[in-house]
């Protein structure tokens, strides 16, 4: 593998990334500025998060290369950033574009959890992609090989089963590039004025006898794939308990307010939300904890969206008793024999966020809030 382009040459400014290619590429894109089959030298990757049209890029993208000196016809799309990371591995070579404003936080006792100063309504992970093939390939090949890639780039994202607050911001401005060299000789002056430019009847090297569309289609999949997973690595795009707690709608604050819902014959003072803040994060460092907790979660995800057929939990079936099963599992962690009574009343009583929560997910968190009041209880 090596972070060297075979065709063309990569160009980075503070505000653009742009490679250029003096001997002409065949693209396939989504760009805004122009999508499907073009040839073009430049293919612009501009850092603006203005919603342009594509007059207004178009534009813009004018204007700047007027700016820079950049000459020659061109693809673009204008993206949140330019960072990038280059794989290639013998005639193909893919570059990575990533633009990404969720970052891990510190939070407490080792947690950490990912955050986005913009919030996640406005957040945004994208990971763009421009695949550059050292041959040259005939339109219907690359129209080809951009399914086969946005296949494989969607399969391998969903893989990664994050959080849903994460995956609803994940590349929903992304973009992709299949770009190919032109035949030798197809732009040489003689042969246009005898020929014309007719990209249908030119010799690709796809339609020889020995080109092997399946392993070459295999090949893209794989670096599409290796090229996603560094761009994860790049980013940090890990995720912890409190991202998934995030994604149930549950934050640490609520979590304590449930817990001292159901306080009686005590003052609720901030002395004793302060304890039930730090119990409930230290037992949010605990694996087996933790463990129950994703349990539940996973669960929930598969049987809410119906991925096992013998399961409809709809109306939150009478039968389905597992979820108090893991319930006392993690009550009893917390803090043994005593937190498994506790556990009953919070499962019955189901006091504020947990009321909201589905089958599965409700009675896990009443486990977790009735160990860790028994357990302040016991100091």
Known sequence: MSNKILNGKINETSDCLYIDNDDYFLTFSDLKVSDGIDIIENIMILKNESKFSEEELINFTEEYKETNNIEGSYISQNFNDTKYIVNSYDDISVITVIANDVAIEDFAEGLKVLNSEKGFADGKIDVGQIILINKALSPKALIQLYKIATKQKAKFFESLNLPIHINNILNTQDFLVVASNLPEGSLNEEYVMEVGLDITNMQYDDEREDFDMEEFSIRIQDAVTISCEDAVEKMNLTTGILDYLVSQGILIGDLVEAGLELCVG???????????????????TDINVIALLMAAIRTEEDFQKGRVREVDVSDDPAYLYTDEVLGLAISNQIAGTKAQFNFKRYDEAKPGIIYGLGPMVDDIFAGLIAGCMSKIFEE
């Not at 005590?266 to 037992?283: D, F, G, P």
Request: a negative charge; charged letters at 40%.
């Open 266 to 284: 005590v003052e609720v003072t901030e002395e004793l939300k302060e304890k039930l803040e730090k119990q409930i994060i230290h037992s949010l």
